[in-house]
């Protein structure tokens, strides 16, 4: 996939309306393309911040009926145009209600709704992957920070100890990387952590004078990848962190720094690499 092609189908993917297929094309292209990531991350951003707005004001509702023939119009239009467009978008989730009341807030359209009227059903959109990773990424970011860095003085205390958790992850994380990189890897503690209601397996290491965090998802199975998209590392920025995220198997697992985006990428392509050999 190029940039191109890939802005031409970036906000219908924001809006989950691609099929599987083309997401996994996204995905490779964001993991190897830094400029598209960065318009990317303002984009959903945006979207976010947009939704969230939704969300918050009551006044800002649409009138069940209105959305209803808008979507059917807004249905119209998108079959009436030709093109290799309209293959990528999947028939049952074309620009639900979500997507068409997104469209208007970001044109700064306000509908009200009478009080007569039914609350309005508003279509959930369908979570894709990247969703939820970036949810949970903000997590680990949040976790990092508030485990890993505020205890610092107690994990390096604890550096010298051995025990059963320590061991495991000595050989999951560490030695994988301790090969991969020239520079020092040093295992400082492996526990079980909880932050905001998300459990992980939080493994602290320190490469040279930074610390880094690895993150093993707890609570969230997802479902099975195959090994094509098992590849696939989304680098996001988060409370001020180098948060990358992949999957292995039916986990996510996230790897957390203040080292560049590139150096991080490093060592989660490392751990990933290691994982699926
Ligand atoms: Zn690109
Ligand atoms: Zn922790």
């Not at 309306?17 to 990317?40: A, D, G, S, Y």
């Not at 860095?149 to 994990?155: A, D, G, K, R, T």
């Not at 610390?211 to 199975?221: A, W």
Request: net charge neutral; with cysteine; charged share 25%.
């Amino acid at each position: 996939m190029q940039c191109r092609e890939f802005n031409e189908i970036s906000e219908a993917y924001l809006s989950d309306e691609l099929l599987v297929e083309t997401n996994i094309q996204v995905f490779r292209h964001l993991e190897n393309c830094p400029k598209c990531r960065e318009q990317f991350a303002a984009k959903r951003e945006l979207r976010n911040k947009v939704r969230a707005a939704v969300k918050r004001t009551p006044e800002f509702q649409i009138n069940p009926a209105f959305a209803t023939r808008l979507s059917a119009n807004l249905k119209q239009t998108a079959l009436r145009e030709s093109g290799w467009q309209k293959f990528l978008f999947a028939p049952k989730l074309l620009i639900p209600v979500m997507a068409s009341l997104l469209i208007f807030a970001a044109l700064g359209f306000v509908f009200l709704s009478s009080p007569n009227n039914q609350p309005p059903q508003l279509a959930q959109s369908q979570k894709t992957l990247i969703d939820g990773l970036t949810e949970i990424a903000l997590k680990a970011a949040g976790n990092h920070e508030d485990c890993a860095l505020e205890n610092m003085p107690m994990w390096e205390k604890m550096a010298e100890r051995d025990y059963a958790e320590k061991a495991i992850y000595t050989e999951k994380v560490a030695k994988p990387l301790q090969a991969k990189f020239s520079d020092k890897i040093e295992m400082l503690h492996a526990h079980d952590c909880i932050f905001e209601g998300k459990e992980f397996t939080h493994v602290i290491l320190r490469r040279g004078t930074q610390i880094v965090s690895v993150f093993f998802d707890k609570s969230d199975v997802l479902p099975e990848v195959n090994t094509a998209t098992n590849a696939s590392i989304i680098c996001e920025k988060e409370k001020g962190f180098q948060v990358a995220s992949f999957q292995h198997k039916n986990q996510a697992i996230f790897v957390v720094s203040e080292m560049s985006e590139t150096e991080n990428l490093s060592v989660a392509r490392a751990l990933s690499d290691s994982f699926a050999a």
